[in-house]
């Protein structure tokens, strides 16, 4: 494990964020732990820099962490890169594991480890409505990928189904490895080496193992990156190649 995530995770820890692995307060456990990854100095955390607070303002310029729903950042995002460089940090979960609190009764499940495993394509998907800025000098895409630990509560419905499921607190415990996308030849990394020359959504959705509309999403923002060209159309669907010159 990367030591500067592990001594992130102990300084959050050593804050008392959390009881007995359940979140106590607003931030996420995993928010709090990426932020004080990306910046160990608390001072240089939650500054306000004109009508927005940045989550850091420090040596690299401005880190906004994002943990879902990236399209909220987009006007904050255009305000930030008008004075300082911007990196946007979103998490993936490769490997999960769940707890499970009964709200009724407080008992806690074991962990389990859950069958859904998120990829960087989870991120890269999720990007698409700021996909205006990747081209940016001042802008650059950092995903962690992750382990980490879901707490969730629920309670049961007269048939023993699980219902009213609330996640309580989402805990990293591994940092596996971390993708950065500051220019295009980035991008070049996700198009899978299996495809055809020419291709459309729904092979690169084959190839990468995603969904549809997570490859539709992902092919827009690699055609606006220049990473790939379009070449016409199969019915409805887009046909896609590589840029010639790579």
């Known amino acids: ?20 692995g359940i979140g106590t307060y607003s931030e996420s456990t995993l928010h709090a732990v990426l932020k004080n990854y990306y910046e160990p100095d608390p001072s240089r955390h939650e500054l306000r820099l004109g ?33 300082s460089r911007v990196s946007v940090v979103f998490p993936v979960i490769k490997d999960k594991y769940v707890v499970w609190s009964d709200a009724e009764t407080g008992k806690m499940s074991g962990k389990r480890k859950s069958t859904k495993h998120e990829t960087v394509y989870t991120a890269v998907s999720e ?3 700021l996909r205006e800025f990747i081209l940016n000098p001042g802008f650059r895409f950092i995903v962690p990928i992750i382990t980490a630990v879901d707490y969730k509560s629920f309670k049961r419905n007269k048939y023993g189904r699980k219902t ?22 980035d991008y070049e990394y996700l198009i899978p080496a299996d495809l055809p020359e020419i291709f459309t959504s729904a092979d690169f959705a084959r ?15 690699l055609y606006d990156a220049g990473v790939v060209v379009r070449t016409g159309k199969v019915g409805n669907a887009w046909k896609y190649s590589k840029k010639k010159n790579q």
């Not at 030591?3 to 007995?20: P, Y």
């Not at 805990?171 to 596996?176: E, F, G, R, S, T």
């Not at 190839?207 to 923002?221: C, D, F, G, T, Y």
Request: proline fraction near 2%.
């Open 51 to 83: 009508k927005y607070v940045a989550d850091i303002i420090g040596q690299e310029g401005i880190i906004e962490i994002q943990t879902h729903q990236l399209f909220r950042l987009k006007e904050k995002i255009s305000n930030f890169l008008s004075v």
């Open 1 to 20: 494990m990367n030591d500067r995530f592990i001594q992130a995770i102990e300084r959050v820890r050593k804050n008392g964020k959390t009881v007995n």
């Open 164 to 185: 009213d499921v609330h996640r309580l607190n989402c805990i990293p415990i591994d940092l596996i490895d971390e993708k950065f996308f500051i220019c295009s030849d």
């Open 207 to 221: 190839e990468a193992r995603i969904s549809k509309s997570s490859a539709s999403n992902v092919l827009r923002l």
């Open 127 to 129: 990007l698409y409505p």
